[in-house]
């Protein structure tokens, strides 16, 4: 992997952006292969006992209490199997306490866990994934090192934990357990000893990405990044949840609209009651089929595409009276949602060509900072933070106001001290591009 050095200033960044990669009189010498990664199967101190019981959680507390240093924490969920996003397996390690594995459903929660970690680092991959379920079980950190986003800000070609793993530790780690149901119980000894290993290597693989944020002078940024995902606020309530729906964009009738409504919330109230994944009872394409269809009975219920199975009969007389309601109901609900957000970038060029220009003119400046960077462009700034700016830039356009702007929107303060300028330069000479 080539690293770029860090850029502390717009002209910096044009600097790097200037210099060829490679002169064309050099050629670069062969490198000899990678060795072979070493497959991780076995946990280095074995498969560790699940904890159920109120002693073993104390035990397992007191013993990670006592340990050093960060804590490496993963969470396994039946995402596809279950309602909703619950823990249903918790895994620790920490220096000088060895690795823990907690089944988190015989508890009301993991206080003592939570006590037991105190103030200390804690180490997770992808942490936005596992942070809501945790703190469902009264765990949440005080400080956090996220390892796939610190592999972004590092500019690593691939970020999953198996890659990174391989990558910098040399070590290859199996993922075929990753889509399992972990509700199953007992969880079977494959599938522990694969959670084990998962937080084995956290540690090791944080102080590997620490010496390249370090060398590259990135690692302030990825700091940053760390604490927006600790301290980002628990996501608002989706407005009309059903029109996630896979398929609705091919329905265009308010009526049909109804239909489908009636037919998700139908189904969302059977799943919650029956704590399995809504699309185990009935998929998103059989909703949209039925809505479309509108059967008047059971038999020409089930020759409907995708109503199959034990739900689809067992529940027929629902999914009918959900067809029903919305052929009747008065509040039919409109195509679109409104939103503050601007249209979609495609349509710019007609709405507002200026506007097209400053996007256009923005993601081609931020782009090359990214490259001279190393760092991902979609980590460099949100494509939605961006497309709002472009939008409805600030009255004045200055730094001054770009920077503001940028705030306001949710940019942390190093992607507002590597983009304001580059930004600005965008919105007062849209053109920029054009002029080439």
Avoid at 66 to 71: E, F, N
Wanted: hydrophobic content about 40%; aromatic content about 4%; some cysteine.
């Amino acid at each position: 992997m080539t690293r770029t050095p860090h850029a502390t200033n717009t002209s910096r960044i044009e600097d790097l952006e200037s210099e060829p990669l490679l002169s064309p009189q050099t050629e670069e010498e062969p490198q000899p292969p990678a060795p072979e990664p070493i497959l991780l199967d076995t946990p280095r101190d074995g498969v560790p006992e699940v904890i159920t019981t109120a002693p073993g959680l104390a035990r397992a507390a007191r013993a990670i209490a006592a340990g050093t240093g960060p804590v490496s924490i993963d969470a396994e969920r039946a995402s596809g199997f279950r309602y909703g996003q619950r823990a249903f397996l918790v895994q620790l390690r920490r220096e000088g306490s060895g690795s823990w594995l907690i089944d988190p459903v015989p508890f009301e929660d993991l206080a003592p866990i939570q006590e037991a970690i105190g103030e200390e680092i804690w180490i997770l991959h992808a942490a936005s994934q596992d942070l809501p379920c945790l703190r469902e079980l009264g765990m949440s950190p005080t400080r956090l090192f996220d390892t796939e986003l610190a592999g972004r800000i590092a500019g690593l070609p691939r970020v999953g934990l198996g890659p990174a793993v391989e990558s910098l530790l040399g070590l290859r780690l199996a993922k075929e357990h990753s889509a399992a149901d972990w509700s199953t119980r007992p969880l079977p000894e494959p599938w522990l000893r694969y959670a084990a290993l998962d937080v084995e290597v956290l540690d090791q693989l944080r102080l590997e990405l620490i010496k390249i944020l370090e060398s590259d002078g990135k690692l302030a940024y990825a700091e940053e990044e760390f604490e927006a995902v600790r301290t980002a606020p628990p996501a608002p309530a989706r407005i009309d949840p059903w029109r996630r729906t896979s398929g609705l964009h091919q329905i265009r009738d308010r009526r049909t609209l109804a239909a489908v409504r009636s037919l998700w919330e139908t189904r969302e109230a059977l799943a919650k009651t029956r704590d399995v994944a809504p699309g185990r009872l009935i998929p998103d394409s059989a909703l949209v089929a039925a809505a479309k269809a509108k059967p008047k009975s059971v038999p020409a219920l089930l020759k409907t595409p995708g109503f199959h199975g034990r739900s689809a009969g067992r529940d027929a007389p629902k999914w009918l009276h959900a067809l029903q309601e919305a052929q009747v109901t008065e509040d039919l609900p409109p195509n679109q949602v409104p939103t503050n957000a601007p249209p979609p970038p495609r349509v710019w060029a007609d709405k507002d060509p200026v506007a097209a220009a400053r996007l256009q003119t923005a993601k081609e400046r931020i782009t090359r900072t990214a490259e001279a960077l190393n760092i991902p462009t979609e980590n460099m700034l949100t494509p939605d933070t961006l497309r709002r700016l472009c939008w409805s830039p600030p009255a004045q356009i200055d730094p001054d106001s770009v920077a503001a702007a940028l705030a306001e929107l949710g940019a942390r303060s190093w992607q507002i001290e590597l983009l304001c300028p580059v930004i600005t330069v965008a919105l007062l000479d849209p053109d920029e591009l054009a002029k080439r």
